[in-house]
């Protein structure tokens, strides 16, 4: 059973930081595709990164880069994203999903129904 789940979540002043983690089980980490999403509320879902399991390309969406890094750990079945200079409008719930067959690359987007596989979640709220 594939398992994806998220922690490093919380409450952050704005210019904080904050990295989230998404450990995996259940599948081989190294042949999947990493994606993370965040919602905000009454928003729709938005991929902001990904990486790719093959060759390690990422994707960043507008609206992160220069802030987001994305790695993944494959001896650990891990992947962070480190979140820098956090804006109150990054409050959202943050998702990690995992695809087998999606590979990641610029100029994107990403979209959540090119992933099959979803965390539970963990919130970022960042205080102004």
């Known amino acids: 059973e594939v398992q994806l789940v998220e922690s490093g979540g919380g409450l952050v002043q704005a210019g904080g930081s904050l990295r989230l983690s998404c450990a995996a089980s259940?599948?081989?980490?190294?042949?999947?595709?990493i994606g993370w999403f965040r919602q905000a509320p009454g928003k729709e879902r938005e991929g902001i990164s990904c990486?790719?399991?093959?060759?390690?390309?990422?994707y960043y969406a507008d609206s992160v880069n220069g802030r987001v890094t994305i790695s993944r750990d494959n001896a650990k079945n891990t992947v962070h994203l480190l979140l820098d200079s956090l804006k109150p409008e990054d409050t959202a719930v943050y998702y990690c999903a995992a695809d087998g067959d999606y590979y990641c690359d610029a100029p994107g987007p990403v979209l959540a129904r090119d992933f099959t596989s979803w965390g539970q979640g963990t919130q970022v709220t960042v205080s102004s």
């Open positions: 259940g599948f081989t980490f190294d042949d999947y595709t």
């Open positions: 990486i790719s399991s093959s060759d390690g390309s990422t």
